[in-house]
């Protein structure tokens, strides 16, 4: 009898982990909305934040994205990147039911009013964070161990709360942490051994007079008190000691023989990693300081890891830069990783494409999730765009492209660069629009990439520095940054028009001084001002009589005044996004400007009046 209740017991117990485990695989395998649900939940929201902008009822399905503090992988998809409820009041614990965020890389929940305990599964709940920011809260107890497994970290805030007792050692193995704080706590004991020059700010123990080691007062003193304590466990270890030697100098040999295969393992790897990196490295070494704060910093490995050593396999593109590769993730997501190619005329463009987006957030502009500078390699890492570049589905295998997806991909581009040049904190101009520099995500979504010539400045065009390879410089007026840099963007965007309008490929039409008939400028201007000029000459036959024509027509005009000859004939990006978003109205599609990105005004290598980099032959 007690047999069968033993054995129906078991099967219970099987059961109940397979459930739980099945309930917990579909949450995995589905969209975020349970974790947001439980989030919110879990919180007192006195201010109404939540409650005004988590509404989760029949058409929440697509637009959890849009809700206040959320950033998803792709608009629309469900899936959480970064979760920011920063300094909205909010109160009770920390959300254990965050879990089920199962791509979640960011958590901001600083400067609210969470009190209780970290949890001790952090690890578990939170397994791919990159970036966990704790601070100004009333949160208490021990920082928990487990922390150290959230081994991706590289921002760690725990500073203005309430935590006691020591600082764990096991965090010194974060090798990816470069920004840490626990400032103003209870904490005591000594300080983890984080490697030499990984954390250099001393500010971030302060106001914690029990801690010691490190940047701090030597730990002697306490020490000291604690040797009495320390020799009765001492002699209890050696007693203990002596009964493990006994035990394991039977498998002696076993162990010997598992180190050496290792080793050995070890040293084939090591030689693989170096073959793949066999070309020759810059003489010197790529150092940005306080870039993490931006954007995460990913170790060379992982990345090697997620695309199979960079195989030829998952090469996605090939760029004049280098090779794009997409990369696996453990939880079955995709990235695109960007190698540069090793030289110095590449790392200007790497530098220049890392300072631009790692500053830039906006909903038409590739997100930048990371970058490596490991062995002088110069890698980005961005989200996968599933559906290619615009180029290739344009010139591609032949697929019918109705109108307003014509459209819609035309606001997008010129909702981004408006916002570029007339929106962000600073003023910055693409320099290199082209077919092949538009991103399209599942949606079809436009995302301007390719910002290796991007030119950078806080001033407004007033008055630049304009840096170059050899480090000699000169000044521009806002009259040249206008007519030489912004009207260009406009000019290659007037192309990237034309080419959704005809199907046509651009050819030599990058530059408006082109002397050449054989491009689509020439084209189009010679076909357009003919004396008996039919729509449908000019534009792509599949779209004559379906009814747009009079869209069409005006994208054309808006498209031929974009490649006039001379600068200040042309438009202004925000002029020409206001023409042609007018025609989305009809569609149901965003129409403004500025609702759509932020920029970060964050100092890290450039001045106040530098544009950064440059390249004179943009």
Not at 236 to 242: H, I, L, N, Q, T
Request: hydrophobic share 40%; proline share 4%.
């Amino acid at each position: 009898m007690t047999l069968k209740i033993n054995t129906a017991l078991a099967f219970l117990h099987l059961f109940l982990v397979l459930f739980i485990g099945s309930v917990d695989a579909s949450l995995a395998l589905g969209d975020d909305i349970p974790c947001l649900k439980a989030i919110k939940a879990s919180f007192e929201d006195p201010f109404g934040h939540l409650s005004y902008s988590w509404k989760f009822n029949n058409q929440t399905e697509g637009s959890i994205c849009r809700f206040k503090g959320v950033e998803c992988w792709h608009p629309d998809e469900n899936k959480v990147l970064n979760i920011n409820l920063s300094g909205m009041g909010l109160k009770g614990t920390f959300p254990r039911g965050i879990r089920y965020c199962t791509s979640l890389m960011g958590l901001n929940l600083s400067n609210n009013a969470l009190a209780g305990t970290i949890p001790s599964d952090i690890s578990m709940l939170l397994p791919f964070v990159t970036s966990l920011d704790l601070s100004s809260n009333s949160c208490s107890g021990e920082i928990p161990k487990n922390l150290a497994n959230c081994t991706y970290l590289n921002v760690l805030r725990l500073d203005h709360n309430r935590l006691t007792g020591n600082l764990p050692e096991e965090l010194g193995l974060l090798t990816r942490l470069r920004e840490f704080s626990v400032s103003n706590n209870l904490l005591s004991g000594r300080v983890p051994d984080f490697p030499a020059g990984q954390i250099t700010n001393d500010n971030c123990y302060a106001n914690n007079p029990q801690l010691c080691g490190g940047p701090l007062e030597p730990c002697s003193a306490h020490e000291i008190k604690l040797d009495s304590f320390k020799i009765g466990f001492i002699s209890g270890y050696v007693v203990s000691a002596a009964v493990l030697f006994i035990y394991f100098s039977f498998s002696w040999l076993q162990l010997k023989i598992m180190v050496l295969h290792r080793l050995q393992n070890w040293v084939r790897t090591k030689e693989e990693a170096d073959e793949l990196f066999h070309y020759p490295t810059l003489n010197h070494k790529i150092e940005i300081p306080g870039l993490e704060i931006l954007v995460n910093r990913i170790s060379l490995a992982e990345l090697c890891k997620t695309t199979d050593n960079f195989s030829t396999d998952n090469i996605i593109g090939m760029g004049k830069t280098g090779p794009m590769y997409k990369a696996t993730l453990q939880n079955s997501l995709f990235l695109a990783v960007k190698r540069f190619n090793n030289s110095l005329q590449f790392e200007s463009r790497f530098l220049s494409e890392l300072l631009a987006l790692s500053r830039l957030k906006h909903d038409n502009i590739v997100p930048l999730l990371g970058f490596c500078t490991q062995r002088n390699q110069m890698l980005l890492v961005y989200k996968h765009m599933s559906n290619g570049n615009l180029h290739d589905l344009l010139h591609g295998e032949p697929k019918i492209l109705e109108w307003p997806l014509r459209l819609k991909i035309a606001i997008g581009i010129a909702r981004a660069l408006s916002w570029l040049h007339h929106g962000c904190n600073f003023r910055l101009v693409h320099g290199a629009i082209s077919s092949k520099s538009i991103l399209l995500d599942h949606h079809f979504e436009p995302k301007i990439s390719n910002f290796g010539q991007t030119i950078i400045s806080n001033h407004g065009g007033v008055m630049f520095k304009y840096e170059n390879e050899d480090d000699s410089g000169f000044l521009v007026n806002s009259g040249v940054w206008e007519s030489d840099f912004v009207k260009d963007d406009v000019f290659k965007f007037g192309i990237v028009l034309l080419e959704l309008l005809t199907r046509r490929e651009a050819i030599n039409a990058g530059s408006s001084t082109s002397s050449s008939y054989n491009n689509l400028v020439e084209w189009i201007n010679h076909v357009s001002k003919g004396p008996n000029f039919v729509l449908g000459d000019a534009i792509d036959k599949s779209l004559c009589g379906q009814g747009f024509d009079d869209e069409i027509m005006e994208v054309l005009r808006v498209a031929t005044e974009c490649v006039q000859p001379f600068p200040n004939q042309r438009p202004t990006m925000l002029q020409v996004h206001e023409r042609i978003s007018s025609l989305g109205e009809r569609y149901g599609m965003i129409t403004s400007a500025y609702d759509s990105g932020y920029s970060i005004n964050q100092d890290t290598t450039s001045t106040g009046d530098e544009i950064l980099p440059v390249d004179q032959n943009h």
